[in-house]
């Protein structure tokens, strides 16, 4: 499989608090992209971050990449019940393709 | 405006009947991409399109798997000899243009279950 990897695998936090998300991937990048899936549904693209970027802002959302380590962090801060939801990370090789590469998620679950 | 949409959202097959997986992309989006999710995992590359023309299917897992976009617009992702292996959901995205920093757009997923 050519899927990058995400820790923690499941994350349980309270509301207010923030998550932090980890995501290691293999090959040399043009951009990194976070998505997030709710159960039974299709992917919503959050923030893209390209290669010769180090950190990213949008909204509570805040995205380091590290290209020398080919990893990534995605922070979301004072969090909501309504951010529980499974969260990837896709990579766009540097080759030409225009595929994603997905890493396993996290699992995130928000308690009120 | 609507979105990716796609066909059926939940398909039961018998273990070797073929199935056809239908997408409809934003009105516009000239890129066309296939993924297979399995339970618990990330999405998986298939195939994708630009306009009309097929530019990697290196993801198809084995020639029982067949996409087409004949006119550019709507896809369909056809798997013949269905096994219990090919048991995943199949998303479908697209995209305006083919830029690097295009953000995908992806369809609810259509469950395929074979039995």
């Known amino acids: 499989s050519q899927q990058g990897e995400e820790d923690p695998q499941a994350l349980s936090i309270q509301e207010g608090e923030n998550a932090t998300m980890n995501c290691s991937y293999k090959?040399?990048?043009?951009?990194l992209q976070w998505y997030r899936q709710n159960s039974g549904r299709g992917l919503v693209h959050l923030i893209l971050i390209r290669s010769n970027e180090r950190e990213k802002h949008s909204g509570r959302l805040r995205v380091t990449l590290d290209t020398s380590k080919k990893s990534s962090s995605l922070l979301i801060t004072a969090s909501r019940a309504a951010d529980t939801a499974s969260y990837f990370c896709?990579?766009?090789?540097?080759?030409?393709?225009?595929?994603?590469?997905f890493g396993t998620g996290t699992r995130l679950q928000v308690f009120p | 405006g609507a979105g990716v949409s796609q066909s059926p959202r939940y398909k039961v097959a018998k273990r070797g009947q073929d199935v056809a997986l239908r997408c409809d992309p934003i009105s516009g989006h000239v890129s066309l991409f296939w993924y297979q999710q399995a339970l618990g995992q990330g999405p998986e590359f298939l195939t994708y399109f630009q306009n009309e023309a097929q530019l990697d299917k290196s993801g198809l897992p084995s020639d029982r798997f067949f996409a087409e976009r004949p006119e550019g617009s709507v896809s369909t992702l056809k798997i013949q000899r269905t096994q219990q292996e090919d048991s995943a959901v199949y998303l479908c995205?697209?995209?305006?243009?083919?830029?690097?920093?295009?953000?995908?757009?992806f369809g609810p997923g259509t469950r395929l279950t074979v039995l």
């Open positions: 896709a990579t766009r090789p540097s080759y030409n393709t225009d595929k994603l590469i």
């Open positions: 995205a697209s995209s305006p243009a083919r830029d690097h920093t295009d953000t995908q757009y």
């Open positions: 090959t040399s990048i043009n951009n």
